[in-house]
């Protein structure tokens, strides 16, 4: 949220933008030219569309800003025209998601209104790209004109803040006449949006699906190994007081592991709260240490047990020197990319395959438990999402208090400025019914900033990111492998947040789908003084100013923004996901192959309804309850079922 | 020889679907999503099914009972399909390559079907498939010289596009409201199942050569239909 | 998570490739093997300095011979382990089971 203190003491009205027309970060482009991901759009089409200045718009009311939600969005994108932002920091911050749907839109509208009266409303866009491409052979160019609409003093001092901290790039130009948007051309800019939402919504399922398919793969496949006659499978822990046996009757059965589900379930909550505490307390350090540790764990312990079972199934002889030397590599690299630096494949290869070591952990936790565990969970998760007091949701409000990033494990897809664009469309739809939702946010912001949290089932978009411009899902790694073949698995939380960039980090909420401004670190520094608003504000300018000038040189602004951009899946939803499917998988292939179909849709149903409705939803839940019944009914229907067709051939 | 059975059994099976998806599908997000949904709604109706399979218990062994409700089931669940992606289809057009194709439909129709046949096989062969792991070998009843996995194995592989094409010929059905083509589809459906009963038949010999004949002169008749279909609608559009 | 290498200076790219194939010798090859992945997509780039190409010529080279070095000792241990007897036995992790 690029205004919230602005807004939260000049009223309800908000931030209206002080300046108009933001200079076109056509930094942006030069910014990310050497990136992989821009491979999808030839770099003419992109500098085509690189998004010209914004154009003041009077009846920017009925739509938020792209970049932050905030009302009055009173600037729009000149060269598409379909996207609203109220200043020009959030155009900027905006622009390395929007450029691409820039492009298309563009496109888009070309197309459909080439009958219509495009020429005359175009005219203005044909000089924003001509303009902009002149703008970037002489990005210096001096100012033309400013015009500046104050409507507080917080506005004023935020036009000061952009004074001091504006390069000559960015100073504002001269304002260009507002287009007349017919109907036509509304529906149509409606339609782009709807369309950029769709495509955003459907690339993030797309590219989500890829991972935890493979680690439901990789968990099966370790299963699968386990099961072929190993000595060494991951067993009960000590601390599950029941032990299942086959003798057992089914009350006892239930009884015993809602217990051991209990225990575990005590443990998470109680690893929580250390984190809470820990994270109020300040003590990063601890923490990132923590999850150091126990990522060492995870890969030096799990992986020397998954090991031991391989070699004993491939019946590999292998020496201890081979062993201990590979251990400790494959632990070392790993702890080094997901922790500092590394290509960004192979930081998604090892969370996958930590993930996939944990649920394989956690198949020796005994049948009854596994289930008991997983149901418990998704009840958990509903409270903790629901609940307003959740140790999660204090995590999260402490994190915004301190401008304080905890510390998480995170998949992030490589997709960092990826189709990213905001659901505009069900603003648009009933624009009256989010204008009302964001007053009540920002009535809800006066009274207590600090509870303003994205996922208490509110319209996080109207007080978030309105883009939904990544899907990040944060997870409270708190894995705590335990060291009896390590069924312990304490507080993690699994998250499928839509979380924008840099805002990712500082959610941990667990078993969320989110969505959050994209600007949210500034929404962070922006909670409490202004003076940090202001640093911010100068870190991004100077940030564009240096990309102009090719420097590499980025700030930390950058650096958040580059990671949040993409897509990020919390461990927790690749952790319980692969669990319950491992456990199908020590059962029968058919039932592996039904819950994993029952996830995956689980998973997509999730991030539609994220789509449609636009707010908080707890991730796991529908995915882990089609797993469960689909596992049930599989196992005693459909196997009989089958095991009585398949001998005979007949095929249904 | 178990791995070389294993082997050559998947790649029949699953060779000619699999490569349709990697080839088709899998670049296209919102045909793999598409994919995956009908894959559920399949795996529903055969959960279904199963559930009056576990429940008729008078009937479980006798196959011609069963698959009449388990073809209508699966029929009933297309029909669900049609209406899901008919309404999701103004979305699945705005994200698709080109938003005004006529020929969208019939991609979606293709999509849903592969998933639909994916997942039969899947279900429907994988069992068969991991036992053939195992040292031991079955043969077919009705045709002792070959191993089971191996005609299980080619009906699957079948089946698979023969759900692909009845996708297809259902959704023009249901869009232009033509009954003789639903009609062809759920007949040419309990047309082969009915024939996979041959497989197993002791009394006529080279059943599963008529069986997969017939599968086959089945599907190639679909095919043609879905090809005339595509065919109209290129002449319609242009 | 660090952002993408393509965005980092060349003084960063330099102590990158410094630090990796320095921790290299603490008998992690498989740095080296990061290294050389790591800096891989931007080997070409003009403004880097060719110390860092140095570093990533000698992380290849140094992680193929200790690569060589252990599947040198792999084979050895695979087929002298029997004739060790006790030692062999010793240094095996899993003792491979009769079918």
Not at chain 1, 66 to 76: E, I, L, T, W
Not at chain 1, 149 to 155: A, C, E, F, M, S
Not at chain 1, 296 to 322: E, K, S, W
Not at chain 2, 209 to 236: E, F, G, P
Request: charged share 15%.
């Amino acid at each position: 949220m690029s205004s919230p203190a602005p807004r939260g003491a000049a009223g309800p009205s908000g931030l209206p933008s002080s300046t108009s027309s933001p200079s076109p970060p056509a930094a942006r482009d030069n910014a990310t030219a050497a990136t992989p991901q821009r491979a999808n759009a030839p770099p003419g089409q992109t500098a085509n569309a690189d998004e010209g200045p914004g154009q003041d718009m009077d009846d920017g009311e009925d739509q938020p800003c792209q970049s932050c939600g905030a009302f009055p969005a009173r600037f729009q994108c000149s060269a598409c025209q379909s996207v609203r932002y109220c200043s020009q920091e959030c155009q900027a911050s905006d622009w390395r998601i929007h450029y691409r749907e820039c492009a298309e839109i563009v496109a888009a509208l070309k197309e459909e209104q080439q009958d219509s009266e495009a020429g005359r409303v175009q005219s203005g866009e044909g000089v924003g790209l001509d303009r902009d491409s002149n703008l970037r052979a002489s990005p210096r160019r001096p100012s033309e004109g400013s015009r500046t609409i104050t409507n507080g003093p917080l506005d004023e001092e935020a036009e000061n803040v952009r004074a001091t901290a504006n390069r000559p790039r960015r100073r504002p130009r001269e304002p260009r006449r507002r287009p007349q948007l017919t109907p036509e051309q509304r529906a149509a800019y409606e339609e782009a949006e709807r369309i950029a939402d769709m495509k955003f919504y459907m690339l993030q399922i797309y590219k989500i699906i890829k991972p935890v398919v493979v680690c439901i793969v990789l968990s099966i496949v370790w299963v699968k190994i386990s099961l072929g006659g190993s000595d060494y499978r991951p067993t009960q822990s000590s601390y599950t007081v029941f032990k299942e046996t086959p003798t057992s009757t089914v009350s006892q059965n239930i009884l015993g592991s809602l217990a051991n589900a209990g225990i575990i379930i005590g443990q998470i909550v109680i690893v929580t709260i250390i984190i809470v505490v820990l994270f109020k307390r300040g003590h990063i350090k601890v923490l990132i240490g923590f999850f150091m540790v126990v990522v060492a764990m995870l890969l030096g312990f799990m992986g020397y047990i998954l090991l031991l079972n391989l070699i004993q199934v491939m019946r590999i002889p292998l020496d201890y020197v081979t062993m201990v030397f590979a251990l400790w590599n494959f632990s070392v690299v790993g702890l080094i990319s997901v922790f500092w630096k590394g290509p960004m494949w192979l930081q998604q290869v090892y969370l996958t395959v930590m993930s996939s070591l944990m649920a394989f952990s956690l198949t020796g936790l005994a049948e009854w438990t596994t289930w008991m565990l997983l149901a418990l969970l998704v009840v958990w998760d509903l409270i903790a999402v629901l609940c307003p007091f959740g140790p999660l949701k204090i995590l999260v409000e402490s994190s915004r208090n301190q401008n304080q990033e905890v510390p998480a494990l995170l998949y992030t897809v490589n997709a960092v400025w990826f189709m990213a664009s905001p659901p505009n469309a069900i603003l648009n739809r009933d624009a009256n019914a989010m204008k009302e939702a964001a007053d009540s946010e920002e009535l809800r912001l006066d009274e207590d900033i600090h509870n303003r949290s994205a996922f208490n089932g509110s319209y996080s978009r109207a007080i978030g990111r309105d883009g939904g411009a990544s899907i990040s899902s944060s997870r409270n790694s708190d894995l705590e492998p335990s060291f009896n073949m390590a069924d312990g698995m304490s507080g993690r939380s699994s998250t499928v947040a839509l979380v924008p960039g840099p805002g990712h980090a500082n959610m941990e909420d667990r078993d969320n789908i989110e969505m959050r401004e994209r600007s949210s670190p500034r929404d962070r520094h922006g909670d409490g003084a202004g003076g940090r608003h202001t640093s911010t504000r100068q870190g991004r300018s100077s940030e564009q100013g240096r990309s102009v000038d090719g420097d590499t040189q980025h700030g930390d602004e950058d650096d958040e923004d580059d990671d949040g951009g993409g897509l990020k899946l919390g461990l927790g939803d690749f952790v319980f996901y692969s669990v319950l499917i491992a456990r199908a998988a020590m059962f029968d292939w058919v039932t592996t192959i039904c819950c994993t179909v029952a996830v995956l849709t689980g998973m997509n149903a999730t991030i539609f309804l994220l789509a449609i409705y636009q707010k908080a939803l707890p991730a796991l839940p529908i995915s882990i309850c089609f797993g469960m019944l689909f596992y049930f009914a599989t196992r005693f229907a459909l196997v009989p079922f089958l095991a009585v067709l398949g001998p005979s051939q007949v095929f249904i | 020889m178990t791995l070389l059975t294993f082997f050559g059994c998947a790649l029949t099976a699953y060779g000619p679907s699999l490569a349709i998806f990697f080839g088709c599908i899998a670049p296209n997000a919102q045909l793999v999503i598409l994919m995956v949904s009908s894959a559920f709604f399949w795996l529903l109706s055969l959960l279904l099914a199963s559930a009056i399979w576990f429940m008729a218990k008078s009937s479980q062994q006798t196959f011609t009972s069963t698959i009449i409700y388990t073809v209508l089931l699966q029929e009933l669940f297309r029909w669900f399909l049609f209406h899901l992606i008919s309404r999701a289809e103004k979305g699945l057009n705005m994200v698709a390559h080109h938003p005004t194709s006529k020929f969208n439909r019939s991609g979606y129709a293709f999509a849903a079907g592969l998933g639909f046949g994916l997942m039969f096989g899947i279900i429907s062969f994988i069992t068969q498939l991991v036992q053939s792991l195992g040292p031991g070998v079955l043969m077919c009843a009705s045709c002792p010289s070959i191993s089971l996995y191996f005609i299980s194995a080619l009906t699957t592989s079948l089946l698979i596009l023969h759900h692909c094409a009845w996708m297809m010929i259902s959704f023009t059905g249901f869009t232009l409201r033509s009954y003789a083509r639903i009609l062809w589809v759920i007949l040419t459906h309990y047309g082969a199942s009915y024939l996979t009963l041959l497989n197993a038949s002791k009394t006529i010999s080279y059943g599963c050569a008529y069986s997969l004949a017939a599968n086959a002169a089945l599907l190639i008749a679909s095919v043609i239909i879905v090809v005339a279909d595509v065919r109209n609608l290129h002449y319609k559009s242009s | 998570m660090a952002k993408p290498i393509e965005k980092m200076g060349p003084e960063e790219i330099l102590t990158i490739s410094k630090k990796l194939f320095y921790g290299g010798f603490g008998l992690l090859p498989f740095l080296w093997v990061y290294n050389v992945l790591y800096i891989w997509p931007v080997r070409n780039r003009s403004d880097l300095s060719p110390q860092v190409r140095h570093y990533v010529l000698m992380s290849g080279i140094m992680s193929t011979l200790l690569f060589v070095v252990f599947s040198v000792w792999f084979g050895i241990f695979v087929n002298q382990r029997l004739s060790w007897g006790a030692t062999g036995d010793a240094l095996t992790v899993v003792l491979v089971k009769g079918v």
